[in-house]
């Protein structure tokens, strides 16, 4: 590994600190290298906040060294004004020289604009470095943008003989397939995402809240899929706990569009059966994530049929996880 691409897999990693907080900006990671020794690094702040940028020069004691360091991010500084400044303006203003940035912004209101400005001001401006990591940490932002549609990840647990729900059951709540750590990581998911969509059937048949609640994290938004208006009002996902959007549309992509006009770029998709094949049959996904649990129901709701490229599989416990990646769209 070069010297910059160690400075730059650095970026990426205290980038990931702003998960499910950036939300709908990128989660930028910067690193500022003087004489081959990190002086200051930052992540993108909560939304409305600094940008990765300018946390990371904020972080340099001695500001008289910026002049002779090298900036490392993970995609191009931004050249618009937004909830903040321009940070490219930052960094020239600071007369940093060098700048090395994992991957150009696709968004139209920059798209080369930043380094345009960086170059246009003397800054040596390299780019590409680690750019396939850099657009794999960066999937939700560049599929908004490259998609016009959020980033989508599924997700549901099965039985070991393949059912999704029983037959039948008593009471207006789940039955739990998985382990407790496996749920407790589907809401660590779940605060990484920016909403979570189900189906109607879940809605009335579970009573879900779909929020955060055995993970530390924002709740994300509630989409459900009400296309017939039949929803009581006294279920959970009316409760104050997040926002709750219902929509009508019928087909994935419908419903994409709607969510692209809300500005949601990542959603997690819960069910139920009919929901996920949906999507799956539309090929409008990018991973799945698909735990097999230990239990059998003997007949019930059939589990979704994917067929993707399996990226890991691991046990928690007596769970089996496997997650899959949509091979038509890793084009992003």
Known sequence: MTVHQTYMQRAIQIAKNGMGTTRPNPMVGAVIVYNNKIIGEGFTSNYGGNHAEVNAINAVIDKSLLEKSTLYVTLEPCSHYGKTPPCSDLVIHHNIPNVVIGCVDDNPEVAGKGIKKLMDAGCKVTVGILERECKTHHKRFFTFHNKKRPYIILKWAETSDGFIAPVSKDEQKPVWITNRLSRQLVHKWRAEEQAILVGTNTVSQDNPSLTVRDWTGENPIR????????????????????????????????????LYERNINSIIIEGGANTLQLFINEELWDEAKVFKGKIEFNGGVKAPKISGTLITEENILDDTLRIYKNANQLST
């Not at 009316?238 to 994935?252: H, Y």
């Open 223 to 258: 989409v459900v899929l009400d296309k017939d208006e039949t929803l009581s009002k006294a279920l959970s996902i009316f409760n104050s706990e997040a926002e709750t959007i219902l929509l009508k549309e019928k087909s994935a992509k419908s419903i994409c569009d709607r």
